[in-house]
């Protein structure tokens, strides 16, 4: 009887200890990924952000696409650039000389009867072949802008290279016939030509240099 009563005794005793002890166990952790740490284990490594390469990929070719149709000096060099800059700006003011022609409306600061652009431009050799010198002039920029363009400077073909040269002593060659017949002919010199005359002199004198320099691997040719 002693040794039952004992042993009832000790149950209870054993389900407190054996609850009391289950209590002090840290319960297992789940980690992020789905993975369970128990007693002495260490914790799953937190999920770290992967970098979003195809967004990155995407940018930079967004920045390369945007650099291959605006030109800069760093993505086509400072000669290339400085042309066609040059060839705008000639392309604007023979236009607009074009459509002061037309349009009879005059040049801007030369509307007196006596100023040498009207004396110029008035003359029977401001026409060739019954088409005023002005629209050559707009066609010789329009041509350039296209030649001297960033594509235009990367192709390697000695064609293009030729073609502008050509193009370049073309518009001088005609520019010095222009001047020829303002000093000496009409004896007057008007500034809106003399500005087209210095934007070809210098057009040409940089595109002559591009021409005889030693062929180095050019920023413009690089990066096609």
């Known amino acids: 009887m002693s040794g039952s009563k004992a042993s009832k005794g000790r149950g209870p ?9 289950s209590a002090r166990k840290p319960a297992a952790s789940v980690s992020p990924a789905g993975s369970k740490t128990g007693l002495g284990g260490t914790a799953a490594a937190t999920a770290r952000p992967t970098p979003d390469i195809p967004a990155k990929a995407a940018t930079v070719a967004q920045s390369t696409g945007w650099r ?9 060099g400072w000669l290339p650039f400085i042309t066609l800059v040059l060839s705008v700006i000639g392309l604007a003011d023979a236009g607009y000389q074009v459509y002061a022609h037309f349009a009879g409306t005059g040049l801007l600061g030369c509307s007196a009867k006596a100023d040498p652009c009207v004396l110029v431009q008035t003359s029977q050799y401001a026409w060739i072949f019954h088409v005023p010198v002005a629209v050559y002039g707009a066609v010789f920029f329009a041509f350039m802008v296209a030649i001297c363009s960033p594509s235009a400077w990367r192709r390697q073909q000695p064609v293009v290279r030729h073609v502008r040269l050509a193009a370049a002593v073309v518009g001088m060659v005609f520019v010095l016939y222009l001047i020829y017949r303002e000093l000496i002919s009409v004896r007057q010199v008007c500034p809106y030509c003399t500005s087209v005359h210095i934007i070809t002199f210098l057009i040409f004198a940089l595109i002559v240099y591009e021409a005889s320099a030693p062929k180095t691997a050019s920023p413009a040719r690089a990066r096609r």
């Open 68 to 76: 291959r149709f605006v030109p800069t000096p760093r993505s086509i």
């Open 13 to 21: 005793a054993r389900q407190r200890s054996r609850q009391q002890t």
